[in-house]
């Protein structure tokens, strides 16, 4: 019995710093995600990831979760929610001046007529959007300023979601603003459900008898 009794309290206490390692490797991730500048992304993530598969190489579901941060987050790093807050208003001008430009509306008098809309147009810069879409709100406007009211409150998720319904010109000028508020969502979901592994593990070792 004591011998039993030993072996399950060096597997315990084994399990124990398994669990700590990976809520350290974890919480370096969080970290190096952290520390994206104003103008810039952060860090490649690729090192803090390396650190948790190794440190759960046995461990078949954080390994899947890990494998699936976006490639471009790894090598390259993403924008925090803050950098890509304060570069969607740029987005924004850019597309109220072209909201009249599509594919059969092209021409530089066109481009006048958006732009000079733009300037004279009187619309709400912010609008609390509807529970449902309906054909009257996929108006350039009224999307960007569904948009607004959505990144004002801090959701970013739903603002890229109506910034994903704009057409013609105006959906070209933030194409690459779409793309790096969907990375930004893609690696932070992840990294979020990595943490929740992270905690749950650990709390589980400390509750084992």
Same mark, same amino acid.
């Given at each position: 019995c %004591?011998?039993f009794?030993? #072996?399950g309290h060096?597997?315990?206490?084994e ?9 350290? @490797?974890?919480e370096a ?7 994206? !500048? ?6 490649p ?6 650190a ?7 461990n078949?579901?954080a390994?899947a ?9 790894? *090598?390259? !790093?993403v ?8 570069r ?13 430009? %599509?594919e059969?509306?092209? @021409?530089?008098? #066109?481009?006048f007529?958006s732009?000079?809309? *733009? &300037? ?11 529970a449902?879409?309906? =054909?009257?709100?996929? %108006?350039?406007f009224?999307l ?7 990144i004002?409150? =801090? ?9 994903n319904q704009l057409? !013609?010109?105006s ?5 690459d603003w779409?793309k790096?508020?969907r990375?930004? $969502?893609?690696?932070?979901q992840v &990294?979020s ?7 749950a &593990? !650990? $709390? ?6």
């Amino acid at each position: 019995c %004591d011998l039993f009794c030993l #072996q399950g309290h060096v597997t315990a206490e084994e399990e124990a710093r398994k669990a700590h390692q990976l809520w350290l @490797s974890v919480e370096a991730l969080n970290y190096t995600l952290r520390s994206a !500048g104003a103008d810039s992304p952060t860090e490649p993530l690729e090192g803090a990831v390396l650190a948790i598969k190794e440190t759960c190489a046995q461990n078949e579901f954080a390994q899947a979760l890990a494998t699936a941060i976006p490639e471009e987050s790894l *090598s390259r !790093g993403v924008y925090s929610e803050a950098s890509l807050r304060a570069r969607f208003y740029d987005i924004r001008r850019l597309a109220r001046r072209v909201a009249l430009i %599509d594919e059969t509306r092209n @021409s530089l008098y #066109q481009y006048f007529l958006s732009y000079l809309q *733009s &300037v004279l147009l009187f619309e709400r810069v912010e609008e609390a959007p509807p529970a449902k879409l309906a =054909g009257e709100d996929l %108006d350039t406007f009224k999307l960007l300023a569904y948009a607004t009211y959505s990144i004002e409150r =801090g959701d970013l998720e739903l603002a890229a979601k109506f910034i994903n319904q704009l057409r !013609g010109e105006s959906q070209r000028v933030a194409q690459d603003w779409l793309k790096e508020a969907r990375l930004t $969502l893609e690696t932070k979901q992840v &990294v979020s459900l990595l943490s929740a592994y992270a905690n749950a &593990v !650990g $709390l589980g070792t400390t509750q084992a008898p």
